[in-house]
């Protein structure tokens, strides 16, 4: 096991509203994920209407939470994903072996392989997100 950091990148950004908009990000973010869609169900209970596809790329707001210890804010996370994306995998079984077999393999049923993680969180109208490294964000 390696006890190597990596480097971490913390983004801040402010969220000015334009006059229209009388709201905050963390109110405007509450009201998108509390909107209902088919069957009456609650954007922030499906997943799958969060997620949002560019090109052959999903991304979509996985982990979601409304307050902290009883602090206003909203936070969470996004992950990226293909579809049917295979990943690289060598098999370390047999110890005796001059190198190892290397191949791509699916991911199970039902599943896919995340490429990355990132977590982000507001309050008001500030906006941190902790980068990933795979994982650029485009603000």
């Not at 994920?33 to 088919?38: D, E, F, I």
């Not at 169900?41 to 560019?54: A, V």
């Amino acid at each position: 096991m390696s006890s190597e950091r990596k480097p971490v990148k913390i983004h801040y950004r402010r969220f000015i509203p334009p006059p229209t908009i009388s709201m905050t990000l963390e109110q405007l973010m509450r009201n998108a994920m509390n909107k209902s869609v088919s069957n009456g169900q609650i954007i922030k209970n499906r997943f799958r209407e969060r997620i949002q596809n560019i090109n052959n790329d999903n991304y979509f707001i996985n982990i979601y939470y409304e307050n902290f210890e009883g602090k206003s804010l909203v936070f969470g996370d996004i992950l990226h994903f293909t579809e049917g994306h295979l990943q690289a995998l060598c098999e370390t079984e047999n110890y005796e072996l001059s190198s190892v077999p290397v191949q791509q393999k699916k991911a199970p049923g039902q599943s896919e392989y995340v490429h990355s993680q990132m977590l982000w969180m507001v309050r008001d109208d500030h906006v941190y997100v902790v980068q990933s490294l795979s994982l650029k964000q485009r603000i």
